[in-house]
């Protein structure tokens, strides 16, 4: 039973660049969420995704997009990349709009330079 | 949501039972508090939830106070591979799903 898997594990960009993560959901699940996490921090929501909708959203600017398939695989688009947005990107996946904990995946580390 | 302290940082002796306390004190009746724990290089993993009774399961045990102010998680027999940053989150369920706030969580060390 695969689990939550995300592409690339590390990635390096330039300031200005934009970036394409992707996410994979556990088997059976149908929600992602995308998180953000600076060195030493915890994760910060982003958004979460279901039924191809985006359903909630965080603190963050628009600059963060994101898209849901209908294999309910999922991707994070940021654009304009700034020094800051160097972090760990997190996805986690959940099955609908319950109370069902949620599977992370091992991140994708963002280095912009 | 409610927000939640923890203390930055425990240590414990491999063997011994992990006792991890979180403050709630502004908690809602409808309110779950969920504890995950994260390992270096790793995503987030969940351990456990609760409402009002206790919980256990095959990872740990989850005592919520009957004011529902506090709550421990306690792990039975701590092992090496059980150190982490351990995450008490409280959270409503939404109509739309729901987002967890993290918090900087609690550094558990278990030590030979």
């Known amino acids: 039973d695969a689990g939550v898997t995300q592409s690339p594990t590390h990635l390096i960009k330039t300031r200005g660049q934009q970036v394409t993560l992707r996410c994979s959901p556990k088997?059976?699940?149908?929600?992602v969420s995308w998180y953000q996490q600076a060195l030493g921090q915890g994760p910060q929501f982003i958004f979460q995704?279901?039924?191809?909708?985006?359903?909630q959203r965080g603190n963050f600017p628009d600059r963060f997009s994101g898209h849901q398939f209908p294999n309910y695989s999922s991707e994070l688009n940021v654009n304009a990349l700034l020094l800051g947005d160097s972090a760990l990107y997190l996805c986690?996946?959940?099955?609908?709009?319950?109370?069902?904990?949620?599977?992370f995946g091992n991140g994708t580390r963002l280095t912009v330079t | 949501d409610a927000k939640t302290t923890q203390p930055p940082s425990m240590d414990c002796a491999e063997g011994r039972a992990a006792n991890l306390p979180c403050n709630h004190s502004?908690?809602?009746?409808?309110?779950?508090v969920y504890w995950y724990r994260q390992i270096h290089s790793q995503g987030p993993q969940y351990i456990i939830h609760?409402?009002?009774n206790n919980e256990t399961n095959e990872m740990a045990s989850l005592i919520i106070t009957e004011d529902r102010k506090s709550s421990t998680l306690i792990l039975p027999h701590a092992t090496l591979r059980d150190t982490a940053v351990y995450y008490c989150?409280?959270?409503?369920?939404?109509?739309?799903?729901?987002?967890?706030?993290f918090g900087k969580g609690t550094s558990l060390l278990v030590t030979p």
């Open positions: 986690a996946s959940s099955l609908g709009e319950t109370n069902s904990p949620l599977h």
């Open positions: 088997s059976g699940h149908d929600t």
């Open positions: 995704y279901y039924e191809e909708e985006e359903r």
């Open positions: 502004t908690i809602s009746g409808n309110e779950y």
């Open positions: 609760g409402l009002k």
């Open positions: 989150i409280v959270r409503v369920a939404r109509n739309s799903g729901y987002a967890l706030n």
